[in-house]
């Protein structure tokens, strides 16, 4: 049974920057592409970034050149750097790395 979980969450100043791990278990890691997704109050889950099997990335529009994601296939982590944080990066990020994570809170104060 596949389990991930996120941790890194948390409030931060606009302008500011944070880091979220996701953890996948269950799963052969280094053979699966990982996606960190994004829902805000009253919007759709939307995609955020996403790292393929052979580390080929691709970003939503709305955080390319602030966000970055990687892979340690080792340690089946994968990492989302955000920086120059804004208020609309306000939402709950969850991870998919063959089943959904329960998402972690991430606040902009403006």
């Known amino acids: 049974q596949v389990q991930v979980v996120e941790s890194g969450g948390g409030l931060v100043q606009a302008g500011g920057s944070l880091r979220l791990s996701c953890v996948a278990s269950?799963?052969?890691?280094?053979?699966?592409?990982v996606a960190w997704h994004r829902q805000a109050p009253g919007h759709k889950r939307e995609l955020v970034a996403h790292?393929?099997?052979?580390?080929?990335?691709m970003y939503g529009d709305s955080v390319k050149g602030r966000f970055s994601i990687s892979k340690d296939n080792a340690e089946k982590t994968v990492y989302l750097q955000m920086n120059n944080l804004k208020p609309e990066d306000t939402a709950v990020y969850y991870c998919?790395?063959?089943?959904w994570g329960q998402g972690i809170q991430v606040t902009v104060s403006s």
């Open positions: 269950g799963i052969t890691f280094s053979n699966n592409a």
């Open positions: 998919y790395a063959g089943a």
């Open positions: 790292i393929s099997s052979l580390n080929r990335t």
